[in-house]
Nanobody, 123 residues
Framework: QVQLVESGGGLVQPGGSLRLSCAAS????????IGWFRQAPGKEREGVSC????????YYADSVKGRFTISRDYAKNTVYLQMNSLKPEDTAVYYC????????????????WGQGTQVTVSS
């Protein structure tokens, strides 16, 4: 079983950048698909970006394409989400999650979750 801990959230002005980290323990992330999800107040949790271990493919929600980048550091057993050109509508609690390789980027497809980190984009 894998445990996940997110960090790197905070308050940033529109147009700014943040890098979220998701450190794993208990198992290597090599065996899992990894996803970043977010949930804004009053809204459902949505997939932001997911990385499939099986074929190396990545998914980005249309709202973040060209601005966000998911990456893995296998040596550190850590996954990152680089977020650039942030907008107020990116404000949410961001979660990383691990699931079976090849699953789609939907919250219900992921089995292990971190506690979340708050990202607030505001001037």
């Amino acid at each position: 079983q894998v445990q996940l801990v997110e960090s790197g959230g905070g308050l940033v002005q529109p147009g700014g950048s943040l890098r979220l980290s998701c450190a794993a323990s208990g198992s290597t992330l090599d065996y899992y698909a990894i996803g970043w999800f977010r949930q804004a107040p009053g809204k459902e949790r949505e997939g932001v970006s997911c990385s499939s271990r099986r074929d190396g493919s990545t998914y980005y929600a249309d709202s973040v394409k060209g601005r966000f980048t998911i990456s893995r550091d296998y040596a550190k057993n850590t996954v990152y989400l680089q977020m650039n050109s942030l907008k107020p509508e990116d404000t949410a609690v961001y979660y990383c999650a691990a699931g079976i390789p090849g699953v789609a980027c939907y919250p219900m497809s992921y089995d292990y979750w971190g506690q979340g980190t708050q990202v607030t984009v505001s001037s």
